[in-house]
C-alpha cells in the first residue's frame, strides 16, 4: 500500500510561484511513475505532469515552460514547481503514482487533493 500527502498548496497572485509537495510512503516509491493531475470546478480531472523513474518528464501545453516536476526518490517526495501561475490554473491539484491504471491515462495511488488558486 502507497499513501501519497500533498502540501504546498495555496493563494497566489497571477504570475507568481507555488511548490507543491507530495510525500509518498512504500518501498517501491522509486520504481514508479509519478504525477500530477488537476481538477477545476466544474470540469474533469486532467494531466498536468508527469515523472518516470528515471526521471523523464512530460507536461500537459498548457504547462509546458511554466511547470516543472521533479523527484527525489531518497525522500520519496516528488515535487511540482509552478511559475507565471495564471488564474486558469486555479483547481485542486493531485499526486498520482504507482501501476499504470489500464485503459486510462493516470496511476493506482492518488493524494488527497490541494488548493491553488490564482488571483487576478
Known amino acids: 500500500q502507497v499513501q501519497l500527502v500533498e502540501s504546498g498548496g495555496g493563494l497566489v497572485q497571477a504570475g507568481g510561484s507555488l511548490r507543491l509537495s507530495c510525500a509518498a510512503s512504500?518501498?517501491?516509491?522509486?520504481?514508479?511513475?509519478m504525477g500530477w493531475f488537476r481538477q477545476a470546478p466544474g470540469k474533469e480531472r486532467e494531466f498536468v505532469a508527469t515523472i518516470s523513474w528515471s526521471g523523464v518528464s512530460t507536461y500537459a501545453d498548457s504547462v509546458k515552460g511554466r511547470f516543472t516536476i521533479s523527484r527525489d526518490n531518497a525522500k520519496n517526495t516528488v515535487y511540482l514547481q509552478m511559475n507565471s501561475l495564471k488564474p486558469e490554473d486555479t483547481a485542486v491539484y493531485y499526486c498520482?503514482?504507482?501501476?499504470?491504471?489500464?485503459?486510462?491515462?493516470?496511476?493506482?495511488?492518488w493524494g488527497q487533493g490541494t488548493q491553488v488558486t490564482v488571483s487576478s
Open positions: 512504500g518501498r517501491t516509491f522509486s520504481t514508479y511513475t
Open positions: 498520482n503514482g504507482g501501476p499504470k491504471v489500464a485503459g486510462s491515462s493516470w496511476y493506482y495511488y
